[in-house]
C-alpha cells in the first residue's frame, strides 16, 4: 500500500510540475511568418485602397483584418509594430534578422519579400487617374422592406454572432438594389478576397480557353512533371480545377503559409507535393491545385494577364498580387471590391458575354456549376473552382457561390438575374451563415 501511495504522490508531483510549466515559446519559424502575415496585410489593404481612390489605416485594419486570425499567429500580430514608409511595410521580428517587408507596386499590389532581405526600395509614381463602369441603381422587384431587414441583419449579427460584415451589395438585372458598407469600408475599399480568388482564377483559365490558348483537358503544363515516368504528369486541368488532382501537400486543407507570407515562390513547393491517390478519385480542397493550374496557363500572361480581364469586366479596383518571383497567387491574393465582385458576378448571369462580346465559351457557366467527379460532404457540391448550392432548400437549384475565408461570398442566381455580394471580416470560430442569408435576401427579391 505505501508504494502505491508513494507513487500515486510522485505522479501527481509531476503532473503538477508539468502543468505549472510556462508555454513554449513560438519558434522562429512561426515568429517570421506572423510577421510576413502583418506587413503583407497592412500593405495590401494600404496601399491598393489608395490606388482604388479609397483610404484605410493601420488602426483600421488591426481592428478588422489582424483580429481573430490563424491562433498560432493571432497574439503575434497583435503585439508586432509595423513601420509603413513610402512603398515598403515592415515589421520586425528578431533580434539578428532583418524584418519582414511587404513591397507595393503600382498595378500590381503587394508582395511579401523572402526572410531575410533587405534591399533599398525606390518609391514608384502611381499612374494617374482611375475608370469605373457605372451600375444602375434602383428599387428591388419583391418586397423591399424584407430586402432592407435582411441587409440589416448582415450587418447586426443575426446570421451569426460574432461576425463582422463590411459590405453588402445585391443585384437585380443589372442593378444595385442594396447596397451597404460597415465603418471604414466603402465602394472604393478592396478587401483580400481569399478564395473568392479561386473562382476568379477558373473564370481567368475559361478566358484562356475561349481565346484557344487552353484546353481543360489536356494535361496540366507544369515543367517540373516533364520527368520521364512523373505520375504527376497525367494530372488534367480540369482535375485541378475541381480539387481532384489527388496530391498531397503540407496540411489537409487550404493552408499555404509559406506561399503566402513566407516569401516562398509557388514554383518553388507547389510542384514538389506526391500524389496520395490517382487524379479525379478523390476530392480535397487545396489551394496547391488552384495554384498549379494558374501556373499551367502562366505562359498566357505574357500577352494576357489577369489585369486585362478584370478591365473588360469594369473591374478597375481589382488587383491579382504575385509571389516576388512574379507567380500569381490566383488562389486567394487578390483585392477587390464589392462592386467589382458584383460585376464578376454579372459575366455568370449574362453567360460569359460582356456588352454582347463573348468573354467565356459558350457552355462555361454550365462546365463550372457541373459536379463531375468526387464530391465534397456537406452543405455544397463543387463544380469547377465554384460551390454549388443545389442542396439548400429555398434556394434556385442553378445557384453558385464563390466562398473565401473570414465571410468572402459571391452568390451568382443565373436564373433569376442575381448577384449577392457578403465580404467579411469574421474572427476565426465566428461563421456567417450565408445559405440563410441568401434565401432570406431571395425571399425578398421574388
Not at 510556462?22 to 510577421?35: G, K, N, W
Request: glycine share 10%.
Amino acid at each position: 500500500m505505501r508504494i502505491l501511495i508513494l507513487a500515486a504522490a510522485a505522479t501527481l508531483a509531476a503532473t503538477s510540475s508539468f502543468a505549472q510549466t510556462p508555454p513554449t515559446a513560438p519558434t522562429p519559424a512561426v515568429r517570421s511568418m506572423a510577421a510576413g502575415y502583418k506587413a503583407l496585410t497592412v500593405c495590401s489593404a494600404l496601399r491598393n485602397a489608395e490606388a482604388a481612390g479609397g483610404s484605410r489605416t493601420v488602426a483600421s485594419v488591426e481592428a478588422n483584418e489582424l483580429v481573430g486570425i490563424y491562433p498560432e499567429l493571432d497574439g503575434l500580430v497583435r503585439e508586432m509594430p509595423v513601420d509603413v514608409s513610402g512603398d515598403r511595410t515592415s515589421v520586425a521580428w528578431d533580434e539578428t534578422m532583418p524584418p519582414r517587408i511587404a513591397i507595393f507596386r503600382p498595378g500590381k499590389g503587394c508582395v511579401i519579400m523572402p526572410v531575410g532581405w533587405d534591399q533599398p526600395v525606390t518609391s514608384v509614381v502611381p499612374p494617374a487617374g482611375r475608370s469605373e463602369r457605372e451600375f444602375a441603381v434602383g428599387d428591388p422587384n419583391g418586397n423591399a422592406a424584407l430586402v432592407d431587414e435582411t441587409l440589416e441583419g448582415a450587418f447586426v449579427g443575426r446570421y451569426g454572432d460574432g461576425t463582422n460584415t463590411t459590405a453588402v451589395l445585391v443585384l437585380q438585372d443589372n442593378r444595385i438594389v442594396a447596397e451597404q458598407y460597415g465603418d471604414g469600408f466603402g465602394p472604393h475599399t478592396p478587401q483580400r478576397t481569399w478564395s473568392v480568388g479561386k473562382s476568379l482564377a477558373g473564370t481567368i483559365v475559361g478566358a484562356a480557353v475561349q481565346r484557344g490558348e487552353a484546353d481543360v483537358n489536356a494535361r496540366a503544363a507544369i515543367a517540373d512533371w516533364g520527368h520521364e515516368g512523373d505520375p504527376r504528369a497525367a494530372i488534367t486541368l480540369d482535375q485541378l480545377i475541381r480539387m481532384a488532382s489527388g496530391l498531397t501537400s503540407d496540411t489537409a486543407g487550404n493552408r499555404t503559409d509559406a506561399l503566402y507570407f513566407g516569401g516562398v515562390g509557388i514554383d518553388e513547393q507547389a510542384t514538389t507535393w506526391p500524389l496520395i491517390t490517382r487524379p479525379g478519385t478523390r476530392f480535397r480542397y487545396a489551394n496547391n491545385d488552384i495554384l498549379l493550374a494558374v501556373l499551367g496557363i502562366a505562359p498566357t500572361f505574357a500577352d494576357h494577364p489577369p489585369a486585362e480581364l478584370f478591365r473588360t469586366l469594369g473591374m478597375y479596383d481589382t488587383v491579382a498580387e504575385t509571389d516576388w518571383r512574379g507567380n500569381y497567387m490566383l488562389s486567394s491574393q487578390v483585392w477587390s471590391t464589392a462592386r467589382d465582385l458584383a460585376r464578376f458576378g454579372q459575366l455568370y448571369v449574362d453567360d460569359g458575354m460582356v456588352d454582347g462580346v463573348r468573354v467565356l465559351p459558350e457552355g462555361w457557366r454550365d462546365y463550372v456549376s457541373t459536379p463531375s467527379g468526387p464530391q465534397p460532404e456537406g452543405d455544397q457540391g463543387y463544380g469547377a473552382t465554384f460551390w454549388l448550392m443545389n442542396r439548400s432548400e429555398g434556394i434556385p437549384a442553378d445557384t453558385i457561390s464563390a466562398n473565401g475565408n473570414r465571410g468572402q461570398y459571391v452568390i451568382i442566381v443565373p436564373s433569376r438575374r442575381i448577384v449577392i455580394v457578403r465580404r467579411g471580416e469574421d474572427p476565426a470560430g465566428k461563421r456567417f451563415d450565408f445559405i440563410a442569408f441568401t434565401r432570406d435576401m431571395l425571399a425578398g427579391l421574388e
